[in-house]
């Protein structure tokens, strides 16, 4: 199973406001499983596996945009 240790210092990051990514403590008993989001995004850019199967549906309106701004001329 997957804990996080030292979860009762992780809980004032629980509130709807108070987003926060969990990097590290995070273990499966033995060992920590956590990745920083560095780590990750190498994970997805090298399609380690079980990264090498990520659906990016839901980010393409925002690529979308970022396309449309891209191809727009630049004024000086």
């Known amino acids: 199973s997957i804990?996080?240790?030292n979860?009762?210092?992780?809980?004032?990051?629980l509130s709807n406001d108070k987003n926060k990514?969990?990097?590290?403590g995070v273990t499966d008993g033995s060992s920590n499983i956590a990745l920083t989001k560095n780590d990750f995004a190498?994970?997805?850019l090298d399609k380690i596996?079980?990264?090498d199967h990520?659906?990016?549906e839901g980010f393409k309106g925002v690529f979308?945009?970022?396309?449309?701004?891209?191809d727009q001329p630049m004024v000086l």
Not at 7 to 13: I, L, N, S
Not at 64 to 70: F, N, S
């Open 49 to 51: 596996p079980p990264f």
């Open 21 to 24: 990514i969990i990097d590290s």
């Open 42 to 44: 190498t994970n997805v």
């Open 64 to 70: 979308d945009k970022l396309k449309e701004v891209y």
């Open 54 to 56: 990520v659906c990016f």
């Open 7 to 13: 979860a009762d210092k992780v809980r004032k990051y």
């Open 3 to 5: 804990s996080i240790e």
